[in-house]
């Protein structure tokens, strides 16, 4: 259309909006009422499924996934050693398996035991439940005060600990405990960290670099071998992701102890209705937009039908 039809054709078109003010006015009324309407449905749709995935996120396992070695096998109902071995996983393989995932999930090596525990100026004897794992594992839960042990801290071995809210009270609270020194099993930890606590929490829980643990706990009777933690970045891609672990455990170690490496999905029929929850929600939602679009559709349809039905006159003239 050459400039001057153009500048024509939208002269008209001003001149027909200022002949009837009352339609244009409910015409616009009508487009601002259907895209505010769309845009405030899909935002409250957006921060309901966020606040649900932090719920899930915050109050659940349902995104991990644990690689443990195979240490017994039952014979006539009887656990026995299993022969031939089993993998022993170190921060070679956490970085082989992350490399192997990428962004779509997050691995941390993992082992726990006991210890003695020893606070400056209490003779009184304790006992606390240790975990040695890497910054990963940690990156969900919240802190009362200060921070988590960092990676340049867990490949150096550092004798830096995060500890619970409950073991905290012990040190004369949260604020108080920060820079403190703790021992476990005679081995010295600053504490750098205090996690956020859950209810009427009195547990005394230790989390360290997983290459500093063994030194942290009471040497088992049995074997302990470590595993490997791998958390999914979402719900729905937890089954994506274990499928990546079986190809990387049946590369890594091939046939021999490939079926050695017991992995298991955290509350795996949980997870199925968690997905199906969050599937239906997306479905309710678009459901609402759809409804609310095409409210504002209607409306700016008549408008529009009522206009070229006055005009049908001067038009087929």
């Known amino acids: 259309m ?3 039809p153009l500048l024509a054709a939208m002269r008209v078109g001003l001149d027909t909006l200022r ?3 009352l339609r244009t006015l409910l015409s616009v009324l009508g487009v601002i009422m259907g895209v505010a309407s769309l845009v405030a449905v899909l935002a409250i749709g957006d921060g ?8 899930i996120e915050q109050t659940t396992d349902l995104q991990t996934i644990a690689l443990q070695p195979r240490v017994f096998e039952e014979v006539d109902g009887m656990r026995l050693p299993r022969k031939g071995g089993y993998p022993v996983f170190t921060l070679a393989d956490r970085d082989a398996l992350a490399a192997a995932l990428g962004p779509a999930a997050g691995v941390a090596p993992l082992v726990q035991g006991l210890a003695r525990l020893t606070i400056p100026g209490d003779t009184t004897p304790r006992s606390a ?4 794992t890497g910054p990963a594992a940690l990156a969900r839960a919240r802190l009362a005060a200060g921070r988590f042990f960092t ?3 867990l490949r150096d071995s550092a004798r830096v600990a995060v500890i619970s809210a409950g073991l905290a009270a012990r040190l004369g609270g ?3 405990a920060l820079g403190r020194e703790i021992t476990l099993e005679g081995t010295p930890f600053r504490v750098i960290g205090v996690v956020e606590a859950t209810g009427k929490e009195q547990a005394a829980r230790v989390a360290v670099p997983f290459t500093r643990a063994t030194s942290a706990m009471v040497p088992p009777d049995g074997p302990r071998p470590p595993a490997l933690m791998v958390r999914a970045a979402r719900v729905e891609s937890v089954q994506v992701v ?8 049946a590369q890594r170690y091939g046939a021999r102890w490939a079926d050695q490496v017991r992995i298991e999905v955290s509350g795996g029929g949980r997870l199925e209705q968690a997905q199906q929850g969050i599937l239906v929600f997306k479905l309710v939602m678009g459901a609402f937009a759809a409804i609310a679009l095409l409210v504002g559709g209607i409306g700016i349809m008549n408008v529009l039908v009522a206009s070229v039905i006055e005009r049908t006159r001067e038009i087929g003239i």
């Not at 309901?48 to 719920?55: G, H, K, L, M």
């Not at 439940?129 to 040695?132: C, D, P």
């Open 129 to 132: 439940a240790v975990l040695g």
């Open 151 to 153: 990676e340049s801290e």
């Open 48 to 55: 309901v499924e966020r606040f649900a995935r932090d719920q």
């Open 19 to 21: 002949a009837n003010p």
């Open 242 to 249: 274990r499928a990546g672990v079986e190809r990387w455990t």
């Open 174 to 176: 949260a604020a108080t």
């Open 2 to 4: 050459r400039p001057a």
